[in-house]
């Protein structure tokens, strides 16, 4: 929320408070009335609006991060057991896909890096099953790699997911401070017109409430938007 929106949104709510306070006088014009509850329901979404766009997207990343570390560094582990277990069995197919290094998997892309875990997998899992356990290639060992390979994926599109929900919020929140804002001067600031003669102290107060709080400590009235029809 930007500082001009978050003076605007401060301002919605300093007037939805005046109004549930003065909730007898309020109900004296049922339309004026139900107005509030709209901007209640406005200021909600806002709210809503608001607390999606705080989305760490940082901290997604840095989760991101620490599950490619974690499955680099057992890929690199496991396909050294690999790599030694496919000399004691004269295999070259499995030498050949064993030689993986922590700094080399780092550096792939995150698709090339989960069919590499796939493959890695796959292997330890034969080795496993057959007599790897001489190599320190356990069905333990399979199991934590292909926890650690589940965690990656499950963590490798979170900060662009973040990123995209955060956008959106931002865009839903600029509508729901427009929306809000033209509710206010459109609807309410006509209707409050009612309480002028009858409750000119409630009508008073709603007008200062209307007021938008500058940083620096000031009040400044609002300027009218020029809402085109």
């Known amino acids: 929320m930007t500082a001009k929106q978050d003076r605007r949104y401060n301002m919605f709510l300093a007037v939805q408070r005046l109004c549930l306070e003065s909730d007898a006088i309020v109900s004296l014009n049922p339309a004026f009335h139900r107005s509030v509850a709209a901007l209640a329901a406005l200021n909600s979404a806002t709210s809503a609006a608001q607390r999606g766009q705080a989305v760490n997207v940082a901290g997604e990343y840095s989760v991101k991060d620490r599950a490619k570390n974690t499955l680099t560094h057992l890929l690199s582990k496991v396909s050294d057991l690999l790599a030694a277990y496919a000399v004691e069995k004269n295999d070259d197919r499995l030498a050949q896909r064993a030689v993986y290094t922590t700094s080399g998997l780092a550096r792939l892309q995150d698709n090339a890096l989960n069919e590499i875990a796939d493959i890695v997998i796959a292997e330890a899992d034969k080795a496993a099953r057959s007599d790897g356990g001489d190599f320190g290639i356990t069905p333990v060992l399979v199991t934590s790699l292909t926890a650690a390979a589940g965690a990656f994926r499950e963590t490798k599109d979170a900060p662009r997911v973040a990123t995209t929900e955060r956008s ?13 804002s033209r509710h206010i001067r ?3 600031d006509k209707l409050v017109t009612f309480y002028k003669e009858t409750h000119p102290e409630f009508h008073k107060q709603y007008f200062e409430s209307r007021k938008v709080m500058d940083l620096a400590g000031g009040a400044k009235a609002e300027k009218p938007d020029v809402i085109k029809s």
Do not use: G, P, Q, S
């Open 186 to 188: 459109r609807k309410m």
């Open 168 to 180: 959106t919020k931002t865009r839903t929140l600029a509508e729901h401070i427009t929306a809000t």
